[in-house]
C-alpha cells in the first residue's frame, strides 16, 4: 500500500519522492507524482517503518532510507553522501560539467531530467511537457502521452 505522506523535505525547499529520484516545490505535486507513478497494490515486501509495501526488496530497501537517512553512495570528488544512486550519479554531472538534458527552446542543458522539466516551464507558461509534433504543452506528462495518440 502507498504510505501516507511523510513529510520528509530535502534542502533547498524541494520534496523528493522516496520512491525514486524524483523532486517537486510543493508537497501537492509530490503527492500527485505518487499516486500517479507509484501506485502500489500492496507487495510481499514491508517497509519497518510505514505502510509502504513492494514486490521489489529492493524498492523496500531504497524507501526505508527515508526514514533511516542512511546516505551510502559518496562522491569520491567532494565527499557528499546520497541515499540512491541515482542521486549520486546525477551530483556527479556537477563536477563534470556533462548535462545530457537539453532545452530543446533555448539549448540550456541540465544534470537531471526533472530539472530541466522546471526549466521548461520558462518557456511554455507553466506546461512543460511540449508535442514534438504540434508544439502543444501540458502541465503533466500523462496529459502528453493522452494527446500523442492523435498524432
Known sequence: TEPEDSGCMATEGSFNCPHCVA???SQS???AHR???HQWKGGKHQCRFCPY???STTHV???ERVHTREKPFRCYVCGSAFSQKTTLV???RMHSGERP???QVCGQGFAAANRLVRHMRKHT???PYVCLVCGKSFMKKGELVVHGYVH
Open 23 to 25: 523532486a517537486f516545490s
Open 29 to 31: 505535486h509530490l503527492s
Open 35 to 37: 499516486k500517479l507513478a
Open 53 to 55: 509495501s513492494s514486490d
Open 61 to 63: 530497501i531504497r524507501h
Open 90 to 92: 546525477e551530483h556527479q
Open 101 to 103: 538534458f537539453g532545452c
Open 125 to 127: 507558461d507553466g506546461r
